[in-house]
């Protein structure tokens, strides 16, 4: 009897940690149109997804303060985007983290960690966590890029090699703007990074 | 020069964990016999990972109808294995078998890990044989962490 009942429990434990993983399926794929939506920046405005309409396309990242992998690769978005606005591809970065979770990623912390490295792009808060769950984002750092329709084209790492620049054998993102501006599928359009796990609000 | 060198190589062997690539590690996914293997995937950065490390540690010390054995992989950065890893091991009395997955492209082998993990830390594989489970998260307590095994 014991032993079914910690059967039970130990199948209900399987059966509730897929379900917490599903419960994150569903969001966009390749090639989906995204959404608008309205997230304020660090300088109190409000930015839209659907201002970036007269873009190429838009690298959205969704990243942090706090995250060290997230912290490796703050110079290469700064670069990502000094490089690619031009082209018409603007960095929108965007902070998923629950502050309650993680302080070091409120909207203040927001404020000081970009005027500290002096981010030329937005970085807007998903306070609410309405917006991350959409594009199925779990990691920070982590990209989607949209091209001109604001259509989904590309999702994950920005290259091969977070602990080195220097060493990068693929910028998966580059190569995928190119691939857009070429009027090509990028390939891959899909790769994965290892990364800190999004801080979501605990329930209740 | 030999006798010099000898107490520091000694300190070396005894603390410090394997640095491996995923070629290295890879074996560590596949082992072929009656041992439950928990595979966790953490780093001394990621507080989720940390808080769940007394579970983990705990379960080697606890009864299962197989050997149970449990391997901490850290991503901890490869130039931060010896100033903040190794310190965090003595610190934390960490014992359980530590290996440092130190492989650049994790594009190339985060689905032979699993198909289903994201990248997100902390991850972990729980294999028999066969047999194989894969959690996206933390587990929330020991209670819900050794229901998962009792049976497996």
Not at chain 1, 39 to 48: A, F, R, T
Not at chain 2, 48 to 60: H, N, Q, S
Request: aromatic content about 12%; overall charge negative; proline content about 6%.
């Amino acid at each position: 009897m014991k032993s079914l009942v910690l059967y039970m429990i130990g199948f209900a434990a399987v059966a509730m940690t897929s379900a917490s993983y599903d419960s994150i399926s569903n969001p966009y794929s390749l090639g989906d149109q995204v959404d608008d939506f309205k997230l304020q920046n660090v300088d109190q405005e409000w930015i839209q997804l659907s201002e970036y309409k007269g873009e190429m396309g838009v690298i959205i990242i969704f990243t942090c303060n706090t995250c060290p992998y997230a912290q490796l690769y703050e110079d290469r978005i700064i670069d990502l985007h000094n490089t690619y606005k031009e082209k018409g591809f603007p960095v929108l970065a965007i902070n998923p983290n629950d502050p309650i979770q993680k302080s070091g990623d409120s909207f203040e912390k927001m404020k000081i960690r970009s005027e500290e490295k002096a981010f030329t792009f937005p970085y807007v808060f998903d306070a609410d966590q309405e917006i991350y769950p959409r594009f199925g984002a779990t990691n920070t750092p982590q990209v989607f890029l949209l091209d001109d329709e604001l259509q989904l084209r590309y999702t994950g790492a920005i290259d091969d090699n977070p602990q080195n620049p220097q060493a990068v054998n693929i910028n998966y993102v580059e190569n995928a703007i190119e691939a857009i501006v070429a009027d090509e599928d990028p390939n891959p359009a899909k790769t994965k990074a290892i990364g800190c796990g999004i801080k979501a609000k605990k329930a209740g | 020069m030999f006798i010099l060198f000898l107490p520091f190589d000694l300190t070396a062997q005894g603390f410090d964990p394997p640095i491996l690539d995923f070629s290295g590690f890879k074996p560590y996914l596949e082992k072929d016999n009656d041992t439950i293997y928990v595979i966790n995937f953490w780093a001394t950065w990621c507080r989720p990972c940390v808080e769940e490390l007394p579970l983990l540690e705990k379960l080697e010390s606890d009864q299962f109808e197989h050997p149970l054995e449990v391997i901490l992989v850290s991503l901890d950065f490869r130039n931060q294995v010896e100033t903040k890893l190794v310190p965090f091991i003595s610190e934390h009395d960490l014992q359980s078998k530590i290996i440092v997955l130190d492989d650049p492209d994790a594009n190339s082998w985060i689905d032979q890990v699993d198909e289903r993990w994201s990248g997100a830390l902390p991850a972990t594989v729980v294999y028999r044989g066969q047999k194989r489970l894969f959690f996206p998260d933390a587990f929330a307590d020991y209670q819900s962490l050794k229901s998962t095994l009792i049976n497996f």
